[in-house]
């Protein structure tokens, strides 16, 4: 909608002291509207707050943030040059926001947004009667001068995605044996998060991010047809060559890819004056986690530590009661895994102690690459996904020579030289993990495959997960770490090879225009092009193979 229509459509508004709705009201965007299914997602927010000033849908709210995203690096406020113009003094480092009645600039003092934008912003509110302005060094963040109080665009967008009827579940045809492939963008297009983020400015530009975009906005319409998924088959082929075969392949592995390929897209976009690491990609921003590894001397208790990056836990099953030696090809297979996607995803790593990369890499795998000795007891009472958490984040004694240890066990001889006496070369250390940085989508791997098997059994997993024992006492996030499950795949099969993956979403099926009153949210299989109703209980006895929480916010 152009500046002008807007402007016209504010101007016609009457000299009564009532509302000024700049759009015909689609919907009211109501905080507890959503309550009963975003109840947790609005939380911050006073339950019984409203705005009706604001009626702008989810793409005309990501326009609003491709134009503030243009205003963010020299914002201008329209009224403070027509003052310089006069000889009028400006304030000094204001903020800014910009109106969303005519999308122009003004300046907003230093105002926090509880408080509201005052200057210029403030005098333009009620002269044009364009209530709401926008932050623009906060995008996701408004101010209502009618309602007097702070709005979240997040959740306004996540409340016009419930009012029609949240990621409407549609089949995707199965093309070359692509299970895999369906099963995985389904949990995927379930991401809320994900979705505000892939239609807004900052979504990667390249062939993958593009495909997934067009995807999140098929899920929009509620004509019941199938997703046309070529063009994001195509992208994920250019990923891989391997992908263009009928071979079954790994939905996880498939997973890695798709997240490192959105990753180097979005680097791509970026100008070359903006540092990578200044602003997080989006895959960053939602499956991007921190865990902290610290090592304790066992001699002299000194510690040092490193905080590693993670996109999934990967958790290891119990090793088989019948056929315990299966478990070690898989150990080995896992391991491979594992350091292969490290090579790519950690690149990042915050050196806090004194300790080489590697070893904190065989530690951080430690789960996988155990030796099933002294821990096999222990290992094989892990019956749900709680209790394999549990058993991933241990304390652990291992084997390490400290290096405090070895300085003080040497001594320099008169010449300079140096000798050696006594290095605790045996030295033992106790090593803990915990969070310290939580990622909104949590990614959870049941490790169930090895080379040519598969553990088959049930893990039992809820619908809503807590890791606030596992976190870092210093952590942001100790009182944030409640989760709800959006998404689960399952393999079928008792093989690798072959075998079908199987998605369970979160979401609605409409199938016409006209049930769209009807609809409503609640769990979907999703096979391919058949999907069909199921209930929670029913998705909570799935042989999950990866698992996908959403944060619940405080």
Known sequence: MGKE????????KGTSSGKAPLLKPR??????????????VVADYAGSKECEDFHYDTMEMHQFLETIEGLKGHPQCVDCRRDAVAGNPALLNPRFVMCSGCSQCFCAGLASNEDGPIGHAQLHAKSA???????IDQPDAAYCFQCAHSLSLKVIALAARSHNHGYAVRGMPNFRAKCYVNALVQCLLALDDLWMSMLGPRAPAGPLGVALKELFLETRSGNGAFLNTRRLME????????????????????LVHVRNGLIDEERKKKLPDVRKDDVPTVVDSIFKGEVSVMWTCSRCLNTAGKDEEFYEL???????????????????????????EMTVQYDHIKQLGMFEQSELEKLFYRSVVSSFSEEKKAAASLTSVKQCIKYYFRKVKVQKRCEICKKRSTS??????????????????DVTLCLSKLPPVLTIHVLRFNINDKRVGHVKFEENLDVGEYLDPRSADKDDARYRLVGVIEHL????????FVAYVRGSRIVSEQELSSSSSSWFQANDTRIRNISLD??????????????IKA
């Open 235 to 254: 992208s994920i082929c250019l990923l891989d060559a391997g992908y263009r075969t009928t071979d079954h392949q790994d939905c996880q592995e498939l």
């Open 538 to 551: 029913d998705v909570l006895k799935r042989e999950a193979f990866l698992l996908f929480y959403e944060k």
């Open 129 to 135: 009667c364009h209530p709401v302005a926008l932050w």
């Open 27 to 40: 919907y009211s965007v109501r905080v507890d509207a959503v309550a009963s299914q975003k109840t947790d």
């Open 493 to 500: 099969g008792r093989t690798v090879t072959p075998g079908h």
């Open 314 to 340: 990967s958790l290891p099953l119990p090793p088989s009661k019948k056929h315990p030696s299966r478990s070690v090809p898989a150990i080995k297979q896992c391991r491979r895994i594992q350091k292969e």
């Open 412 to 429: 320099r001889s008169k010449d300079g030289g140096q000798i050696v006496a006594n290095i605790n070369s045996g030295g033992h250390a």
């Open 5 to 12: 229509e807007k402007g016209a459509r504010a101007a016609k």
